[in-house]
């Protein structure tokens, strides 16, 4: 990679949108983070206004924990991750946004995740929280699996995880399938006594509402109940698999992220469980190289 | 059952309400049915106030139908049929309808097709459509399996059977599990080239968007497609097992209604396809006994 002569005082602001939160950090490349800011949901397959609404308020913050003037936003590069954008459709309407940032480099946080993670260098990476997803890259290739959304993919995550502790549950209660203390504890859990009074509860419920049980599952499966350990396994099972295709391209470094990351690590196949390796920078780090990498600056490490 | 002084020429309503239209059917002890009307969504769980506005359009079209006088549907007795009326709260609320009828009896959809399905008699009834689920009905007890709603329960229905389609070419198409036929047939069938297309198409479709699916399953499962075998094999055990539940309270017939009833017979176990029979009556007729029997007028069977 070219490097440009590094302007000393350019600021730039990594912002890593998500389905919850959008997270905003400043960085200068002389005098490291100078603040961050957390906003709303950012997930623009949710909802573009909403969206940009969140970065606007998350780099509001920013700006103000690093003692900046509102109008300095203009002098600052912007490097965004936002699920979705893989859609091309989506990317161009983001990048038509009339942005107040100096310059606006925009990829999916699939991307930022995976630069953060391995601190700008290639790798890989598999984010395992609510949704399910797995992507890497190696000399510019990139590589991208699973994350088709809840209820028909994400296999391994917590959404997917919930979804069938209640599927399994619902079946019990009915005296149609084998026993399980998932039964009892999502009863308790909801303060209900029936089937159909679980049911009710979960009807309508997005994915996070689901991700919410994921716990239950590996409770019961230290419990040694059968059918929390087929869950956990068949889901461990389904992200090794993902684990060893993405390796297929060699990346140097695998890294795992989000709420299941480290419940499934011991349920891996030994071989990839011994390969992860924790993330070295969060999302947003990675989404400051990327604008960095974009402007052809050269990256100076955030530490 | 008292059997009250028949009049010879009371007339009955029978409605049968589902998600996607409502069923009325006006019938005379004396004279038969004598008119039919077809309206709108009748599903109280999605909407109580379109509900009713189906349930009055089907009667207006069956009075229409039956060359009878708007007024005229005060002197009629009404027997309903709706989803989701065993929840107390929904049961009083359409109970508590200022309804034009001379009186109105109300069960679940589930209760008018058992009881269609045996013209009047006591039985067991399995639906497999958009969704599933199981009733019985011996000597006044009543047992009630499955309808768990998608995506959680309703196994061997349409929309498992889709979801479950989708989910295995997903996984194919990433090279994450076994190959599959049904991932060439759904991405033909969607018009696209990629995992990621087939995700776009199905985001945030209800269950009917799934069930519409099905077809391509069994049509895998007749090319002896191992995925497609699995899944039709799976759903077909399920249904079989509800039928086992429901045979535990010994009901002298068993029918099986709704799009699936005929394409999984086949992979039922062998001892429950024998035991299948067609359904006598629809629910809508179901509906007319049950008013009938609400109101301990003679059952006159409908020819």
Redesign the interface.
């Known amino acids: 990679m070219m490097a440009k002569q590094v302007e000393q005082d350019q600021l730039f602001i990594g912002i890593d949108g998500g389905g919850t939160k959008c997270r905003a950090t400043i960085y200068s490349a002389t005098q490291g983070v100078l603040g961050t800011g957390l906003g709303g949901p950012a997930n623009p397959?949710h909802g573009l206004e909403r969206t940009l609404e969140s970065i606007m308020v998350s780099t509001q913050l920013a700006l103000q924990d690093a003692g900046l003037r509102v109008e300095q936003v203009h002098d600052i590069i912007a490097g965004l991750g936002l699920a979705g954008v893989?859609?091309p459709g989506l990317y161009d309407k983001i990048m038509q946004w009339d942005h107040p940032f100096k310059e606006m480099y925009l990829t999916t946080d699939l991307h930022t995740a995976c630069i953060g993670a391995h601190d700008g260098h290639d790798g890989a990476v598999i984010i395992t929280g609510t949704g399910s997803c797995g992507f890497a890259i190696v000399n510019g290739e990139t590589v991208n699996?699973?994350g088709?959304?809840f209820?028909?993919?994400d296999?391994g995550s917590g959404a997917w995880m919930g979804?069938e502790a209640?599927?399994a549950s619902?079946?019990d209660l009915?005296?149609?399938?084998p026993k399980t203390i998932l039964s009892e504890s999502l009863k308790q859990h909801f303060h209900v006594t029936t089937?159909?009074g679980?049911?009710?509860q979960?009807?309508g419920q997005p994915s996070s509402g689901y991700a919410k049980l994921a716990r239950h599952v590996f409770t019961a499966a230290e419990q040694n109940d059968e059918v929390a350990l087929q869950i956990v396994k068949q889901g461990a099972e389904?992200i090794s698999?993902?684990a060893k295709?993405l390796l297929e391209i060699n990346p140097p470094r695998l890294s795992m992220i989000g709420g299941l990351a480290e419940p499934l690590n011991k349920w891996l196949d030994a071989d990839i469980a011994k390969l992860v390796q924790l993330p070295k920078q969060p999302p947003e780090i990675g989404a400051i190289y990327f604008a960095m990498e974009s402007t052809q600056h050269e990256i100076r490490k955030v530490n």
């Open positions: 397959l893989n859609i699996y699973g088709h959304g209820a028909q993919g296999m979804l209640v599927k619902l079946v009915d005296g149609l399938g089937a159909m679980i049911a009710e979960m009807a389904y698999n993902l295709r």
